[in-house]
Structure formats: structure tokens, C-alpha cells
């Protein structure tokens, strides 16, 4: 079985360019997490969804960040215009309902690094 | 605020001895403790939960230990190998209010 999948796995900008990452979760995952991970530190929520629905987007900069999952699989995180603080990777996450199979495991793609010059 | 932080940033085991890395967290109301591997350039990769009604459990080479009292977790690693050198992170999971929050991470350095 295939496992999240993201892209870019790289990508390099400059400031006030705009940016858009594409994650396709595993399949039958109805719970959709984009993380922020600086170096050195652990994944920061920015986003989750459930299905089509963003359910928790408190931690997501609106100003400047967008996302969307459309028909309740793969989903898009956009950036714009970016800022040089927005240089991470970006990972996306998914899990079945939560409790459904008696686990805490989340299912990370491995992230698409961004660069802001 | 809530948070889930590590003792120790950095830990350099000899190949074969155990490891022990540490956590320590604030909030008493999350209900599942869980370790993360990430390796350079990938993604963060589950290794063992704990239920917050559970004091230990056991995986391959790998035991989670749960001290609710002091509001500790830990992870033992059993013999171990150049391939368990990465950071290792550890969450936690509140199902009251859906968060599932990191820790800064450790990094594990296996010499040879």
C-alpha cells in the first residue's frame, strides 16, 4: 500500500513569491494534518481536516496561508506571498478516525522543504 | 500552556548498550503518549503508543514507560544499532480537544 505522498519534496522561492504543496493521503484516511517543522524542532499544526472539512485551523496564518481539500482526499497548502520566516518543511499526515484502530499512529509523507530567499 | 518537552537534546549510546530517552509532559488530561523516529529527510515515523491507562508496553526492542505521577514517558531501546540513529520525538494526544502535539525531539547518535 502506498504511503502519503507529497511534492515538491524540494522547492526554493523568493520572498513574496507565492508557493503550493500537494499531499495525496493514504487511502481511506479521513483525517488530514498539514505540520510546519522547523530544524531541530518538533512538527507544529498548522491544519486539520476530516474528510472535506477543516476542523481545526487555529494555528494557520490566514493572511497568507490557504488550504483546501477538495472531495475529501488529496489536499493543497498554499503560501502567499512568502515570507523568509516560512523557509521549513512543510509535512502532511494522515490516520483513520482517531480511536477507530485503538492507535495514536499518524502517517507522515516525508515533507516538502521550503526555501525562501 | 500545554507542552511536551525532552530532557536531554543529544544522546550518544555505544552500539549494543541501551537507550533511554525522556520526556516530560504538562498536560494530565491526554489520553495517548507516543514516540516518533525521524531520520534525515524523511517524514517522522510511528514507533509505539501508550494508552495514558497504561504504565508500560512493549515492542520489538523498544518498551514505553508512563509515569503519570511525575508526568514522565520514556522510550528503551534494547541493543542498540546504527540504523536507530535519528531524532526522536515524542506527542501526545488529547481526545477532549483533538490535539496531537510534539515534543522538541532528541537526537540519538549510535557509535560504533
Known amino acids: 500500500e502506498a504511503g502519503v505522498v507529497q511534492s515538491p519534496r524540494y522547492k526554493i522561492i523568493e520572498k513574496k513569491q507565492p508557493v503550493a504543496f500537494w499531499c495525496n493521503p493514504i487511502?481511506?484516511?479521513?483525517?488530514l494534518y498539514w505540520y510546519l517543522q522547523n530544524l531541530g524542532q518538533g512538527p507544529e499544526l498548522l491544519i486539520r481536516?476530516?474528510?472535506?472539512?477543516?476542523?481545526?485551523d487555529s494555528q494557520l496564518p490566514k493572511d497568507r496561508f490557504s488550504a483546501e481539500r477538495l472531495k475529501g482526499v488529496d489536499s493543497t497548502l498554499k503560501i502567499q506571498p512568502a515570507e523568509l520566516g516560512d523557509s521549513a518543511v512543510y509535512l502532511c499526515?494522515?490516520?483513520?478516525?482517531?480511536?477507530?484502530?485503538?492507535?495514536?499512529?499518524?502517517?507522515f509523507g516525508e515533507g516538502s522543504r521550503l526555501t525562501v530567499l | 500552556g500545554e507542552s511536551v518537552g525532552l530532557h536531554l537534546p543529544t544522546l550518544s549510546v555505544q552500539e549494543g548498550d541501551n537507550s533511554i530517552i525522556n520526556c516530560a509532559y504538562s498536560n494530565s488530561a491526554s489520553d495517548y503518549f507516543i514516540w516518533y523516529k525521524q531520520e534525515s529527510g524523511k517524514g517522522p515515523q510511528f514507533i509505539i503508543d501508550i494508552r495514558s491507562n497504561m504504565d508500560k508496553r512493549q515492542g520489538q526492542r523498544v518498551t514505553v514507560l508512563l509515569n503519570k505521577t511525575v508526568k514522565h514517558l520514556s522510550l528503551q531501546i534494547a541493543a542498540t544499532q546504527p540504523g536507530d540513529s535519528a531524532v526522536y520525538f515524542c506527542a501526545e494526544f488529547t481526545s477532549g480537544t483533538y490535539k496531537y502535539i510534539f515534543g522538541t525531539g532528541t537526537r540519538l547518535k549510535v557509535l560504533a
Open positions: 481536516y476530516e474528510n472535506e472539512e477543516a476542523v481545526d
Open positions: 487511502s481511506g484516511h479521513n483525517t
Open positions: 499526515a494522515s490516520s483513520l478516525a482517531f480511536g477507530s484502530e485503538d492507535t495514536g499512529e499518524l502517517f
